[in-house]
């Protein structure tokens, strides 16, 4: 069964605590993303990986941490450092880089208590 | 950093009815995508148009380019209620190794 596995589905996260978002992806895709989707709005990214071991930060990339260590697995962390993480994260993957069609996970809600 | 502007941010329209939405960016694209998200999940890839294209189509989905007034448009023909969702167009720009995501419309199909 191809795809893309975001777990948790929903996770809380209280004041001053790191999480880890995991991604495996069994599309043998070498690129991948996370995005951060708030309510009623678009997305942003946060970091994106063209290669396993190299990974690049995206536009809010601040609070946040990923590793690259295997081609299908692209876990995110949202660290203390993140003020406001309350958001939908959502994990793509695509053959390659620019211009090709983004594959999307089906989100992990992350909510602050 | 978002480029594309979708319009209208909400759409709502009785079953059987089209549905129209646009999109306008700012810089030269190499192509532009539409995508669909149902509320709450992840978003899906609908159709991709290159900038050397004016005209795709997909089924009930015809989409629009013009590169000369930096817009796009996504027609759906003869709606049904599992249109419901939030539509997000993206374009890919030269020498930029990411897409660059609109804001969204938010389409309601009233049965």
């Known amino acids: 069964d191809g795809g893309i596995t975001q777990s948790p589905k929903y996770l809380f996260r209280k004041e001053g605590q790191n999480v880890t978002l995991s991604c495996e992806q069994n599309?043998?895709?070498?690129?991948m993303y996370w995005y951060r989707q708030d309510p009623g709005q678009g997305l942003r990214l946060i970091y994106y990986?063209?290669?396993?071991?190299?990974?690049q930060k995206g536009d809010i990339a601040e609070g946040y941490s990923v590793s690259r260590e295997k081609k299908e697995s692209f876990p995110l962390t949202v660290t203390s450092a993140q003020k406001n993480p309350t958001a939908f994260y959502l994990c793509a993957t695509s053959a390659g880089l620019a211009g090709n069609t983004i594959y999307f996970g089906e989100g992990s809600w992350l909510t602050v208590v | 950093s978002q480029q594309g502007e979708e319009d209208p941010q909400a759409l709502s329209i009785q079953e059987g009815e089209n549905a129209t939405m646009n999109c306008s960016y700012k810089t030269s694209i190499n192509n532009l995508q539409w995508y669909r998200q149902n509320s709450g999940r992840g978003l899906v890839h609908l159709i991709l148009?290159?900038?050397n294209e004016r005209e795709k189509h997909s089924g009930r989905l015809r989409v629009t380019l013009d590169t000369s007034k930096k817009s796009s448009s996504l027609l759906i023909t003869a709606s049904r209620a599992a249109d419901t969702a939030s539509y997000f167009c993206?374009?890919?720009?030269?020498?930029?190794?990411?897409?660059?995501w609109g804001a969204g419309t938010k389409l309601i199909i009233k049965p």
């Open positions: 993206a374009t890919d720009v030269p020498s930029n190794y990411q897409l660059i």
């Open positions: 599309l043998n895709h070498d690129a």
């Open positions: 990986s063209q290669i396993v071991n190299d990974f």
């Open positions: 148009i290159r900038s």
